[in-house]
């Protein structure tokens, strides 16, 4: 049987939208997700409830294998999104990657071009936490000054992959940190560094 | 019979495409996307874009404010609360810092917006170029290639005409160190206020189909030259009613001599200074038209 999406569809997409606009608004805060509790394991509540909120059929999205393997995530994603599936990174409009150790190098993705920057990929990438592990320094616009993250679960040469990102700007990724119940945005425009 | 609206009127798949393109404008700050603008209940040039963009971020906690030109008792104002207090329910205020969504047609309200709250503009050209560059495949060839030197012969042009820059709103900006903006027709003395804003600002034009958006503390700086630095306007007097000095001034003409008085062009910060005690020149003269009345 396929999971429920959201209890209410409309309030509780909004809420998870406003969620996801103050995490693009302010990169490296955390925002409370109140995610959908029936949603497939692997995908997990928080991130559900944020691709519930942004894909539909007009959105052509990617999931990593793990997700892909798993017909009870093919079957959500399906009914409550109708949105088309993609092999193909660069052809995705969202990414769906359940483990952060696992990202794909973010190159891989659509980054848009110099006349349309946002033909590009928005990855949901799953992550332990942001209240331990590796430590970064954020600063950009949405940031007064600068910010101190730590991001629990998320691959060693993060940095260096978004620094990499930042030098596409107006082009690269958008990134989306999901753990449970909470999340953390990186949008293209962040510069980041080690701690 | 009476209607039922799907809350704040929008479907909910036009909402996510609203909603993907905010974020998207968020992220690129200065950059305007395209976004699928629906026909509204309203024609356009009366905030269209605005109105979609405030049904796409507005929830049922949220406090909404809506002002024209600065006031919130205007036609404009009026009617596009009223569409959403009966399309979405939610509560209204005229009070800036009670509002967590601010929609607004050419003005910035006086008092400084808080983290937390959410400035929606109306904008009717979101592109800076249009009027120096009609085709809209070059002015995105232009902004690819971050290539602004047409704005600048423009403001020369002005200094050359005009001995200053003559631009008084709908002044340029370069938001972030990347991107040329319109920041819709704000006078420019409003200019300064989009610099660092702890609020968000989000700017929709319906017609034209573009969502743009300044994230809070992001540069935005005006553009200008090293010997013609840009220069907001200053008025020589205070307000008439309020004696506000730091205010942008509306001119009201009073009757066929030539009398005519300087009032606050936002409303409620006029209303909340004269309640704190402030008295202008011509508060307890002025004509009754202008809601103020004879006080004592």
């Known amino acids: ?195 | 019979m009476s209607i039922t609206y799907n809350f704040a009127y929008l479907d909910e798949q036009t909402k996510r495409m609203i909603r993907r393109a905010i974020l998207k404008a968020i992220a690129i700050p200065g950059y305007q996307v395209p976004f699928a603008s629906r026909e509204m209940p309203m024609p356009y040039g009366w905030g269209t874009g605005g109105v979609q963009v405030t049904a796409a971020i507005l929830g049922p906690q949220d406090v909404l404010k809506v002002i024209d030109q600065g006031a919130d008792d205007t036609t404009n104002a009026v009617s596009i609360r009223r569409f959403f207090e009966t399309t979405a329910g939610v509560r209204t205020t005229t009070h800036t810092g009670e509002a967590t969504v601010i929609q607004t047609r050419h003005r910035i309200p006086e008092l400084t917006l808080q983290a937390g709250q959410t400035l929606v503009y109306q904008v009717p050209i979101p592109e800076p170029l249009r009027f120096l560059e009609p085709r809209e495949t070059e002015t995105r060839t232009l902004h690819a290639l971050a290539d602004y030197g047409l704005m600048h012969v423009k403001l020369y042009e002005d200094i050359a005409h005009h001995g200053h820059i003559a631009t008084t709103y709908a002044y340029p900006v370069t938001v972030a160190g990347r991107y040329v903006m319109d920041p819709s027709p704000i006078p420019k003395f409003d200019n300064p206020k989009m610099h660092n804003s702890a609020a968000l600002q989000l700017f929709g034009a319906g017609r034209e189909k573009r969502i743009y958006a300044i994230p809070p503390y992001t540069t935005v700086v005006p553009l200008d030259f090293e010997d013609h630095p840009f220069e907001p306007t200053r008025f020589g007097q205070p307000c008439d009613l309020c004696a506000s000095t730091t205010s942008y001034l509306d001119e009201v003409v009073l009757d066929d001599r030539g009398k005519r008085m300087f009032v606050c062009s936002d409303t409620d910060h006029c209303e909340e200074r004269r309640s704190a005690g402030h008295r202008g020149r011509l508060l307890g003269s002025a004509p009754e038209a202008l809601g103020v009345g004879p006080r004592s």
Do not use: W
């Open chain 1, 1 to 195: 049987m396929i999971a429920q999406g959201f209890a209410d569809p409309v309030l509780s997409g909004q809420k998870t939208f406003r969620a996801l606009m103050d995490a693009m608004a302010r990169p490296g805060s955390i925002q409370i997700i109140d995610g959908i509790k029936t949603a497939p394991e692997a995908l997990g509540p928080t991130m559900s409830a944020v691709a519930l909120s942004l894909v539909d059929h007009e959105t052509t999205i990617h999931l990593d294998r793990r997700l892909g393997d798993d017909a009870d995530v093919r079957a959500f994603l399906a009914f409550h999104t109708s949105a088309p599936r993609t092999s193909e990174c660069a052809n995705a409009d969202f990414a769906l990657v359940s483990d952060g150790l696992a990202m794909p190098d973010l190159a891989a993705f659509k980054a848009g071009t110099n006349a349309y920057p946002d033909r590009s990929t928005t990855l949901l990438i799953g992550i332990s936490g942001f209240h331990s592990g590796r430590r970064y320094i954020l600063s950009g616009p949405g940031i007064d000054g600068i910010a101190t993250v730590s991001l629990d679960g998320a691959r060693a040469d993060l940095a260096e992959q978004l620094s990499a990102n930042r030098q596409l700007f107006p082009c690269g990724v958008d990134i989306i940190f999901c753990a449970a119940g909470e999340i953390m945005a990186l949008p293209r425009s962040t510069r980041i560094s080690e701690a």
